[in-house]
């Protein structure tokens, strides 16, 4: 008997279908380092929180009152691979003042201005929209420019 049960059982698992759907990710929250250095390439650091699955981060930094979709290449880096499920991300993005950008050309390239992190996440089903931060980063000389 039991294996007539096992039997009707393995043939309505066989009609069933398993389908996994994605929402875009959400992002909030997002804050910065207060400052970055103007005299030495520096990682500046970042994080927010993440609602959903997020396999890949797109990271701008940018004069304050521009906005990404008129970004430069120089002011944007891509993180691949699977980056987060959810909870609070701390990520850190590599800047060379532009005065270096000859002898150390790696990273985002930035002007000694004040300047705004903005992200936007991926996942398969597609693109969160871009998110700013909450405060502004200065430009700074000081030996104690990276916290």
């Known amino acids: 008997m039991w294996k007539l049960g096992a039997l009707a059982l393995a043939l309505g698992l066989t009609a069933c279908t398993v389908s996994v759907t994605f929402y875009p990710p ?28 997020l396999t890949r981060l797109e990271v701008y930094i940018l004069d304050e009152g521009r906005r990404p979709e008129s970004a430069l290449p120089v002011a944007r880096v891509d993180y691949g691979g699977l980056v987060g499920f959810g909870g609070r991300v701390y990520e850190s993005v590599y800047v ?50 990276d916290p």
């Open 26 to 53: 959400r992002i909030a929250n997002l804050s910065s380092q207060p400052t970055y250095c103007t005299d030495r390439p520096t990682w500046v650091d970042f994080s927010f929180v993440l609602d959903g699955l």
């Open 96 to 145: 060379t003042p532009s005065q270096l950008q000859a002898l150390v050309p790696q990273g985002i390239i930035v002007e000694p201005l004040y300047k705004r992190l903005w992200v936007r996440g991926f996942n398969p089903d597609g693109p969160s929209g871009y998110v700013r931060s909450d405060n502004l980063m200065a430009p700074s000389s000081s030996p104690y420019c």
